[in-house]
């Protein structure tokens, strides 16, 4: 019985450290989508945008993009109809010309006329720079998997473990039971 407890911390456990290895090298590595090659150009920019952002947009949607009385933009919300609110062009034109969402109303410009052409393409290029980076945001459908992946197999490893712990003790109390019959 010791040299299959052994055989199956052997392997059980450099398993465990492997699987946990690959699944950190695998939340490292960069995803198609977020390469910088495969992503869309900039429309502005997002730094002059987050100067513009804490001056006109934090009243209604936050100083972390958390919403509040404006929706979401980091994770930016999803919206009916929409395929993918952080198209540049979709955001210049909800900024630039305000959007009505159910009971909520966006003026056009956040109601700053002073905003020129180019202050809203800085700002539009803030919240997609806020979304790539996502911090406090959703873990993309890819790193979900990957970790989804390493803890099954981690709680499938743990307890093939305790089956196998459970089994050795069952198969003494069994011997005992018997050798107490005997005698």
């Known amino acids: 019985m010791r040299v299959s407890r052994g055989l199956l911390l052997a392997v059980g456990i450099p398993a465990f450290f492997i699987l946990?290895?690959?699944?950190t090298l695998a939340d490292t590595s960069p995803s198609p989508g977020s390469s910088a090659s495969g992503a869309t150009a900039l429309p502005g920019d997002p730094q002059k945008g987050a100067t513009l952002y804490a001056?006109?947009?934090?009243?209604?949607?936050?100083?972390?993009?958390?919403?509040g009385i404006g929706a979401v933009l980091n994770p930016i919300e999803k919206l009916p109809g929409v395929s993918n609110p952080l198209?540049?062009?979709f955001l210049i034109e909800v900024i630039t010309n305000g959007r009505t969402d159910g009971n909520r109303k966006m003026p056009a410009k956040g109601g700053n006329t002073a905003l020129t052409e180019q202050d809203v393409r800085d700002?539009?290029?803030y919240i997609i720079q806020q979304n790539r980076t996502q911090i406090g945001g959703a873990l993309s459908p890819g790193e979900l998997a990957?970790?989804?992946i390493l803890w099954v197999s981690v709680a499938i490893i743990a307890m093939g473990f305790?089956?196998?712990l459970l089994a050795t003790?069952?198969?003494r109390w069994i011997a005992r039971r018997a050798a107490a019959r005997r005698k």
């Open 20 to 23: 946990t290895g690959i699944s």
């Open 55 to 67: 001056q006109n947009c934090t009243q209604c949607h936050g100083a972390s993009m958390e919403g």
């Open 87 to 89: 198209d540049p062009a």
């Open 123 to 125: 700002l539009a290029a």
């Open 146 to 148: 990957k970790r989804t």
């Open 162 to 164: 305790i089956t196998y």
């Open 169 to 171: 003790y069952n198969m």
